[in-house]
C-alpha cells in the first residue's frame, strides 16, 4: 500500500539551530517526492520536490532534503531555523503525471527564541 | 507565475445543504483535483479528473460528492446533503500530462457546516 510516515508529530528547536524532519515513505513504483509547508489557516506551499538524477534536492526557503532509496527516506533539512519557519510540514509521495498525492500526517515545528 | 484560484475563501452553511466549491486550475493543465484536510488531520485525496471524466476516486468520495467541468476553465466540487464531518479544509489541485511535474495547490476553501 502507498503510504508516507513522518514520525515525529512536533518539533521543538531553538531559533539558529538546524533542522531535520523525517519521512519515510510506501510506494510501488519510483516515486516522486515532495515537502509541502503550510502556515496555520493558509494553503500548501511546495518547498522542493524530488523526481530523479541527484538524490539531494534544494528548494525555497533554505531547505533541502536527500533521498535515500534504501532506507526509503525523503529527510528534509535546513541549516538554520528562521522563527518565520514555524508552521506545518508535509511529506507526501506521487502527485505527479496524473497520480493522486498521498501525504503524510505532518510535523509541527516550533521555533523557541 | 499562474496560480490555480480557489472561491469562496470561507464558504458557511447549514447542515443538509448542497454547497459548490468552485476552483480555477492553471489554464494549460489536463489533470484536476480535489483534497480535503479536516482541522488538525492530514490532506487527504478525494478524487481526480482527467478528459471530462472521474479517473480516480477515493472511499470518501461518496455518492453525496460529485465533480464537473462546467466550462473551458472552472473545476467544481459538489456536495449534495451537507453533513457536519464535512467541515473542512478543501484543496483544488491540477497538474500537467507530463509526470515529472508536479501538481499545484489552490489556497482551500474552508467549509464551515452548522
Known amino acids: 500500500a502507498q503510504s508516507v510516515t513522518q514520525p515525529d508529530i512536533h518539533i521543538t528547536v531553538s531559533e539558529g539551530a538546524s533542522l531535520e524532519l523525517r519521512c519515510n515513505y510506501s510506494?510501488?513504483?519510483?516515486?516522486?517526492l515532495f515537502w509541502y509547508v503550510q502556515s496555520p489557516g493558509q494553503g500548501l506551499q511546495l518547498l522542493l520536490k524530488?523526481?530523479?538524477?541527484?538524490?539531494l534536492v534544494q528548494g525555497i526557503k533554505g531547505f533541502e532534503a536527500e533521498f535515500k532509496r534504501s532506507q526509503s527516506s525523503f529527510n528534509l533539512r535546513k541549516p538554520s531555523v528562521h522563527w518565520s519557519d514555524a508552521a506545518e510540514y508535509f511529506c507526501a509521495v506521487g502527485g505527479a503525471g496524473g497520480f493522486k498525492t498521498i501525504f503524510g500526517a505532518g510535523t509541527r515545528l516550533f521555533v523557541k527564541a | 507565475e499562474p496560480e490555480v484560484t480557489q472561491t469562496p475563501s470561507h464558504q458557511v452553511t447549514q447542515m443538509g445543504q448542497e454547497v459548490i466549491l468552485r476552483c480555477v486550475p492553471i489554464s494549460n493543465h489536463l489533470y484536476f483535483y480535489w483534497y480535503r484536510q479536516i482541522l488538525g488531520q492530514k490532506v487527504e485525496f478525494l478524487v481526480s479528473?482527467?478528459?471530462?471524466?472521474?479517473?480516480?476516486k477515493s472511499e470518501i468520495f461518496d455518492d453525496q460528492f460529485s465533480v464537473e467541468r462546467p466550462d473551458g476553465s472552472n473545476f467544481t466540487l459538489k456536495i449534495r446533503s451537507t453533513k457536519l464531518e464535512d467541515s473542512a479544509m478543501y484543496f483544488c489541485?491540477?497538474?500537467?500530462?507530463?509526470?515529472?511535474?508536479?501538481?499545484?495547490f489552490g489556497d482551500g476553501t474552508r467549509l464551515s457546516i452548522l
Open positions: 489541485a491540477s497538474s500537467e500530462q507530463a509526470r515529472n511535474q508536479p501538481q499545484h
Open positions: 524530488y523526481f530523479s538524477g541527484d538524490t
Open positions: 479528473f482527467y478528459n471530462n471524466e472521474i479517473s480516480e
Open positions: 510506494y510501488g513504483a519510483t516515486p516522486y
